[in-house]
């Protein structure tokens, strides 16, 4: 598993961004997505289309926590979404680790099946290990600890004197304490 | 109902001089033959779907290439792609959605075979026609004139402007020449080939094509569609493209008429002309008399009409036409239709189309312009027999077909006996014993022959499905949908895994057709269940990628026109097909733009300003943009890209300016790359910027480009100053504005 954290302000604006690879079953913490490198603008992408869906989720579902809102089927790509008070909203794209074997379904389309990824069905077959289903519950409970611990670190470090509604977080400190929360739980 | 008295007053007397005006030159149309067809398909499609913008941007170019002080205006990636002012995106894409609905219905009209006798297609290639009477008759068949009523199953009565029916040939039917490339890649051909032939005409200044960038897109789809849809052959498991009748057709110049006819007949029903064995055999034959009217004498012809209508009843008909070959500087010339549905590989091949290469040209020194023509007479005659064909036998037989079988073998399905009757064929336990016990030996399937694998065209199921077929093709879908829904499963009980897709599919087209459902809340969950069942029957267990590809892209052109969150679905349909790669890369574009119309198409629901999906569409455009220019066309790229901006345009705050770093880096260098491919596949001479540019009052000058990391592109261009004279008072000062503010318009 691959995870794409953002924190995005009230208008849209990113507040703070991290890659980070799983830690569980032998993860050494890196991310891997399936993007060439050249294409890593489409976790960017990814994520602000599926602010159209988290804006209607936002007003049908009661909890903070909204769980999976949103897939992006080429690349597998997950969303799951955390909203806070003051209106900025925590997104976790995840995205399976790739399966050798499964590069070469889209191959024979078009030069572009790299930056779109590969087919998400393949996914599935992997789905003995809890964090490699993005959609199990144990995922689901496992995002959800992960959001609220980052939550707490978040409202920390908003109080900060130094900090303003709407500035980027710069703060090592939150960083690492989002590295360690995902180190943790995903 | 057919009397040779019934039509004549339309017919002017013949002419007496067949040869005249042969001297037309064909020199002079020799080059135009080429362009003028693919013009005709593109410009078709234009006019249908979308009058709008098609005349918002032919009248937006010249103003603004006339008047280069526009600054106020916002250039959008390619100047003359703005057209802010004249025809919302939305209009156009209802009015779309609407006519790729009745171009999947008039795609599955009846076939009708033409078996013509030897002397008919001889009289038929006088007149220029090298494939005989069915070439003559075939592009009369797409649209009959006036409208066509048609009896459902309760009895009411409905009309139809746009019926058709396809003309195929009885001579090659079910056998079809083994393709040297697969229907998709021949798609992919066809694509390619109007995409060239697009850009070719770019390059020179003047062509009113030119000016339609985005149009030619959305008829790109369409010609996908189009080819998709007529590229299906014939097939067991479906009955779309059996004969439904077939015309038998012999002329006056046949010295033993009544003789031809029967042997025609006994080809066709029992000869080497006999169709395969899955077909059933039982269509309406309908005998064609066609009157030579410059060489035989109308008297005698009559009188073998009348012992014709003796002899067969009413199925007749007395065609009269002129032998001599019709030019166009004759009076009363009449260009013959294009074709619509010609398959790929007739497309490629060039057949019913413009410039039909050598033979034509040698044999026939006349001037056409590649398509042919013909007498007013003759395709007022044609019209009027075509006409009568479908509204006098071929609809009241299908009709009356559909209800003998609706009473004789669905009915027996339909009650509670019915299913206790399929139960018990399931189980094999009780009742049809002398069935189930023959079944248990061949292998499962009842009246399935798994070793050839068909249904005899006379078992219940065969019958079931023609009936469902018969009535999709009249348009009665809620017939066709309780149809296919009743035999669906017994398919995959005799694991007859194409017909058990075939039905599902059907199923659930049949179900988002029917307009009665459209505004009861029918379940969107079990057409996607069905349209899944199918795809994989066709995929997994059949490995038939064209029937898939058609399967799925009906399935999203069906459910976007439904709107609302059936839109959504649409999308993932969409994505599934490039997920399985079952399009070429041409076609793997185009899907990509349907993904962002689809997501297009969402609109708020009850005026709240969540529930669109702009910025999904906008990023689905974006993604088509970066590929068009990978394919090569910046055109197309540079429309797509107008396309996310309008789609962004509501819900980026800040102007244009994605909050995203990385996302606005993309978008413009994309941008970017646009402009100068556009401009150079332009032949604007990219050079001469700052000279043309400083008379303007241009603030910024060249040290801006410096910055840009496709400079090396901008330099040695070819210097074709000729084509890009009119635009490069504008062009150059677009690229020179910072890509910032092409967002700023709504």
């Known amino acids: 598993m691959s995870y794409y954290f953002t924190i995005l302000s009230p208008t849209d604006v990113p507040l703070f961004n991290i890659a980070f690879g799983t830690s569980k079953g032998g993860g050494d913490g890196i991310a891997r997505f399936r993007f060439p490198d050249t294409a890593q603008y489409m976790n960017q992408f990814i994520i602000h289309s599926s602010l159209d869906i988290l804006e209607e989720a936002q007003w049908t579902n009661g909890g903070m926590y909204l769980k999976h809102i949103d897939t992006y089927p080429p690349a597998a790509a997950y969303i799951t979404a955390f909203l806070t008070p003051s209106g900025a909203r925590f997104l976790l794209l995840h995205q399976p680790p790739q399966l050798p074997a499964s590069s070469s379904g889209t191959g024979s389309g078009l030069g572009s099946s790299s930056l779109l990824g590969t087919a998400g069905s393949t996914t599935r077959a992997s789905s003995s290990s809890v964090a490699a289903n993005p959609t199990s519950p144990q995922t689901e409970e496992a995002v959800r600890q992960f959001m609220n611990e980052v939550y707490e670190s978040y409202v920390k470090t908003a109080m900060s004197p130094f900090y303003k509604q709407g500035m980027e977080i710069r703060s090592p400190v939150f960083r690492t304490r989002v590295t360690a929360a995902g180190k943790k739980w995903l | 109902m057919t009397s040779p008295g019934d039509a004549a007053p339309v017919r002017p007397p013949p002419s007496l001089s067949p040869g005249v005006a042969r001297g037309a030159s064909k020199t002079r149309y020799a080059d135009e033959h080429e362009s003028t067809s693919l013009d005709a398909d593109l410009a078709e499609s234009q006019v249908a779907s979308s009058p709008t913008p098609s005349l918002g941007a032919t009248a937006d170019l010249p103003i603004r290439s006339a008047s280069p002080h526009s600054h106020s205006v916002r250039s959008s990636a390619t100047p003359q792609l703005a057209r802010s002012s004249l025809g919302s995106p939305f209009d156009v894409r209802f009015d779309s959605s609407e006519d790729v609905r009745t171009l999947i219905i008039r795609s599955f009209s009846p076939t009708i075979a033409i078996y013509a006798s030897e002397d008919t297609d001889e009289l038929v290639k006088n007149k220029g026609f090298q494939g005989g009477f069915w070439e003559l008759i075939r592009p009369f068949g797409e649209t009959i004139s006036g409208k066509v009523v048609i009896r459902d199953s309760i009895g009411s009565s409905h009309a139809w402007e746009d019926y058709g029916v396809h003309f195929v040939d009885l001579k090659g039917f079910g056998r079809t020449p083994a393709g040297r490339d697969s229907p998709s890649a021949q798609m992919e051909e066809v694509l390619e080939k109007q995409l060239d032939s697009a850009d070719s005409s770019l390059g020179g200044a003047g062509r009113p094509r030119d000016i339609l960038g985005l149009p030619a897109t959305t008829s790109l789809s369409k010609l996908f569609l189009r080819q998709l849809l007529s590229t299906m052959p014939e097939a067991p498991h479906e009955t779309f493209r059996h004969p439904v009748a077939s015309v038998i057709a012999i002329s006056s110049r046949n010295p033993a008429p009544l003789e031809t006819l029967r042997q025609l007949y006994a080809d066709s029903s029992s000869g080497d002309r006999r169709l395969p064995d899955w077909v059933n055999q039982e269509y309406l034959r309908y005998y064609v008399l066609v009157h030579d009217e410059e060489r035989d004498d109308i008297t005698e012809s009559s009188k073998l009409y009348d012992q014709m ?180 499963s017994d398919f995959g009980n005799d694991k007859a895994w194409k017909y058990h897709a075939g039905a599902h599919e059907m199923c659930a087209l049949s179900m988002l057709l029917n307009p009665m459902a459209m505004s009861a809340k029918i379940k969107l969950d079990s057409i996607d269940q069905m349209f899944e069942t199918a795809c994989y029957s066709y995929l997994t267990r059949c490995s038939d990628g064209t029937h898939a590809l058609r399967c799925l892209s009906l399935a999203v052109e ?189």
Request: charged content about 25%; overall charge positive.
């Open chain 2, 558 to 746: 069906l459910l976007k026109s439904r709107g609302g969150s059936a839109t959504e679905s649409a999308a993932r349909w969409a994505m599934r097909v490039m997920d399985f790669g079952l399009a070429g890369s041409v076609a793997q574009i185009l899907f990509m733009e349907r993904i962002a119309a689809c997501y297009a198409t969402k609109t708020p629901a009850g005026g709240a300003r969540w529930g669109s999906r702009h910025r999904k569409a906008g990023m689905w455009s974006l993604l088509a943009a970066d590929q068009w220019l990978k394919v090569g066309k910046p055109t197309l790229a540079s429309a797509c890209l107008e396309e996310a901006e309008r789609m962004y345009a509501p819900v980026l705050a800040n102007d244009g300016v994605f909050p995203m770093p990385e996302m606005q880096t993309f978008v413009d260098n994309l941008r970017h790359t646009v402009k100068v491919e556009y401009l150079e596949a332009r032949g604007l001479n990219t050079r001469d910027e700052p000279a043309a540019a400083d008379p303007l009052g241009t603030e910024e000058t060249s040290e801006k480009l410096d910055k840009r990391n496709h400079r090396r592109s901008l330099i040695g261009l070819p210097a074709q100053l000729d084509a890009g004279v009119l635009n490069m008072t504008q062009g150059p000062r677009d690229l020179e504005q910072p890509p910032n503010d092409d967002f700023e318009r709504a």
């Open chain 2, 309 to 488: 209508k003796r002899h067969f009843g009413l199925h007749c008909h007395l065609l009269r036409l002129r032998s001599s070959q019709c030019v166009v500087t004759d009076d009363d010339s009449v260009q013959v239709p294009q074709c619509e549905w010609l398959s790929p590989s007739e497309r490629l091949s060039g057949v019913g189309k413009a410039g039909k290469s050598s033979d034509h040209k040698t044999l026939v020194d006349l001037g056409t312009d590649g398509t042919p023509y013909v007498f007013e007479s003759d395709a007022t005659a044609i019209r009027i027999f075509v006409r009568e064909l479908v509204a006098q036998s071929v609809i009241p037989f299908m009709e009356n077909r559909v209800a003998v079988w609706n009473d004789q073998v669905a009915s027996r399905r339909r009650g509670i006996s019915g299913r206790f009757m399929s139960m018990s064929r399931r189980w094999a336990g009780f009742g049809s014993s002398s069935r189930s016990g023959i079944t248990g030996s061949s292998g499962g399937g009842g009246n399935y022959d798994s070793t050839h694998q068909f249904y005899r065209p006379e078992a219940p199921e065969a019958i079931l499905r023609k009936l469902a077929d018969f009535a999709f093709m009249l348009r009665d879908w809620k017939l066709s949908a309780s149809t296919y829904e009743i035999i669906r």
